[in-house]
């Protein structure tokens, strides 16, 4: 019987991920901002909540409290230069690179919150570990005026851009859907992991460049958001991985103090919407979005995340409908309301994503040593 269901639930992730490709495939980027707007507040309240009766999968009762004092800060510095206060603040935090000190001090120190008890040994850990991220984004480059600036490479951009983005949806929900599979020992599960792999290559090679229903003006809105939309995503992916020979692939350094060719929203519009990468990329960031959400509310008697107290259920109710309200009002505004909420949850799940890796690891060594098989079941007669 729990076979059936496990396999059940497989299925229903299998067809979510068809789904999810033939939205892509049609409105990739409404898809992408339906998804985050109507579905992600809901994501992001439920799994907090479960993530909190379950600890926050921490060896500490309190860890959890480190991750959020950092989504703390990392929010109060976007709103103080969204808004222009604490100048003193804001400046102190852009010279010192804290932005991706934070974020990778959360991502390694959740290694220790998952497996490490001791409080001494993590509060030593995480001292050496700030030590480790304080030189790690470090001055390393001069700009063109001399001055001594921080040029990330790729695995710093991987850890400030992708972490909280694709890395989030994408390579961490591959890792639970892998993690459950070999845990059980389903192989319908690792089917499902094969789709999803295989989902952004057919995406990406699949028809390229061609959307069947194009952006419209008010999706190309929402999406720019007032220069706080996604749009920087897809540019940073487009110029880090140069993925095109259009000017914002050299164009879009300002920020590291060189000469910019031309970054006015209509030269990077041209080539996010409209070009032939850009909307292929477009289509596996839609995928990704969608299907991570749909992964998780599939799951719904699998994990029970559904399963609180009523006053609770109410509250992440009432907050979802007001989520949604606030994007439906003006999408710019929504992202900056659920900032903290978004990027928090992000955090919280760390520990969770190390212990899916450590598991990942253990159930190979067995499968290694014992087959395909639960070392519990029963042989045969």
């Known amino acids: 019987m729990e076979l059936q269901k496990e396999n059940k639930v497989n299925y229903i992730n299998i067809a979510l991920m068809l789904v999810s490709i033939i939205a892509a495939f049609v409105m990739p980027f409404e898809t992408f901002l339906f998804a985050y707007a109507f579905l992600g507040p809901l994501h992001y309240l439920t799994e907090i909540s479960w993530l909190h009766d379950r600890k926050y999968f921490a060896k500490g009762k309190l860890d959890f409290l480190f991750l959020l004092f950092i989504g703390l800060l990392i929010t109060y510095d976007y709103f103080a230069v969204k808004y222009n206060f604490h100048t003193s603040f804001t400046a ?3 010279d010192l690179n804290l932005y991706g000190k934070l974020l990778s001090l959360a991502l390694f120190g959740s290694i220790l919150f998952a497996l490490v008890k001791n409080i001494f040994v993590k509060i030593i850990a995480i001292i050496l570990l700030f030590a480790f991220v304080d030189q790690w984004f470090a001055p390393n480059a001069l700009n063109y005026s001399g001055e001594e600036i921080f040029r990330p490479n790729t695995a ?13 949806v994408y ?5 639970f859907i892998l993690y459950g599979s070999l845990k059980s020992r389903n192989w319908t599960g690792l089917l499902s992991f094969v789709v999803f792999v295989l989902a952004p290559f057919i995406l990406w090679n699949f028809f390229p460049g061609q959307s069947l229903i194009p952006i419209t003006e008010l999706g190309k809105t929402a999406y720019y958001a007032g220069g706080d939309g996604f749009w920087d995503l897809n540019v940073s992916l487009i110029k880090e991985f140069n993925l095109t020979n259009l000017p914002i692939k050299k164009g879009y350094v300002d920020q590291f103090g060189d000469p910019a060719i031309d970054t006015t929203p209509k030269a990077i519009f041209a080539v996010i919407f409209n070009s032939k990468v850009g909307i292929m990329l477009m289509r ?3 995928f990704a979005y969608l299907y991570h959400y749909l992964n998780w509310f599939s799951k719904t008697e699998v994990i029970k995340w559904h399963q609180v107290p009523k006053v609770r259920l109410g509250i992440i109710v009432f907050l979802w409908i007001a989520a949604c309200s606030i994007y439906a009002y003006d999408y710019a505004m929504g ?5 903290f909420l978004s990027f928090c ?3 919280l799940e760390f520990p969770l994503n190390v212990i899916s890796i450590v598991g990942i690891g253990k159930e190979s060594i067995s499968i290694m040593r ?12």
């Open 284 to 286: 596996i960031i839609a």
């Open 156 to 168: 710093t951009f991987a850890v400030t851009s992708l972490v909280p983005t694709l890395i989030h």
């Open 92 to 94: 102190m935090y852009s």
């Open 345 to 347: 949850h992000v955090l």
């Open 171 to 175: 390579v961490f929900t591959g890792l």
């Open 370 to 381: 014992f087959g395909f098989k639960k070392p519990n079941a029963e042989p045969k007669s």
């Open 335 to 339: 992202l900056t309301f659920l900032f």
